[in-house]
């Protein structure tokens, strides 16, 4: 099937810096990219939908200056999480899509576990 | 918007004993229903999908699922768990009709005892 990989695993940072996460395609085009947070207990809450070369389209509630995300290739999503505070602590999933295939077949990164202390 | 329900938030079951793991959603239009499944420290991975046709579908693992149209719901059952069953299993919808936003039930996690 085809593989996404996400990096780092897990980081730990402190308060107010920022925090860089990657999500690779690496054996297919993605050309639309999923970000989700999960919190322990809780669903995967959608944070927002990228598509290659164009603004990401973000969820009700989601703060977009907060968490920059960026797609600028098919096989890369960054997503930022800009002065990282304590709240901002949380389990973050990417996910891929080719567009082709089946409708709703995600596939998922290994997720990047965020600490800030 | 369409929403999904696990009413179940853990599932203890011993090995080689049948399970089932529930769940229902909302929609006002047809939908795509899957569930996914989230081993330890792992990535979620597709266990099966529902699109269209045969209300009954199956994984490769043993794991069936039934779509129920009247009663809204996709149970995910299995006649015999094995220890590396133990995960945590989600229920998600989308909108058919091409490639649309998936929401995620909050989780079922399924714990197999020895």
């Known amino acids: 099937g085809a593989v996404v990989s996400q990096h780092p695993s897990w980081v730990i940072c402190k308060s107010g810096t920022s925090v860089k996460i990657e999500c690779r395609s690496l054996d297919f085009q993605a050309t639309t990219m999923f970000w989700y947070r999960q919190f322990p207990k809780q669903s995967l809450m959608l944070m927002a939908t990228s598509n290659e070369g164009s603004k990401a389209t973000y969820e009700q509630g989601v703060e977009k200056d907060k968490f920059l995300i960026n797609h600028a290739s098919l096989t890369l999503s960054t997503l930022t999480v800009t002065s990282a505070h304590p709240e901002d602590s949380s389990f973050y999933i990417c996910s891929a899509s080719s567009g082709t295939g089946v409708p709703g077949e995600l596939f998922f990164g290994e997720g990047s576990r965020l600490t800030v202390l | 918007a369409q929403s999904v329900t696990q009413l179940d938030s853990q599932v203890p079951v011993f090995e080689e004993a049948p399970v089932e793991l529930r769940c229902n959603y909302s929609?006002?239009?047809?939908?795509?229903l899957f569930w996914y499944v989230q081993y330890p420290n792992q990535g979620l991975q597709l266990l099966l999908k529902?699109?269209?046709?045969?209300?009954l579908v199956e994984s490769i693992n043993g794991f069936e699922a039934e779509f129920n149209k009247s009663q809204t719901s996709f149970h995910l059952r299995k006649p015999s768990v094995h220890i590396s069953d133990t995960a945590e299993y989600f229920c998600?919808?989308?909108?058919?009709?091409?490639?649309?936003?998936?929401?995620f039930g909050t989780g079922t996690k399924l714990q197999v005892i020895p």
């Open positions: 929609s006002s239009v047809s939908v795509y």
């Open positions: 998600a919808v989308s909108l058919s009709g091409g490639y649309q936003k998936v929401t």
């Open positions: 529902y699109l269209s046709g045969s209300t």
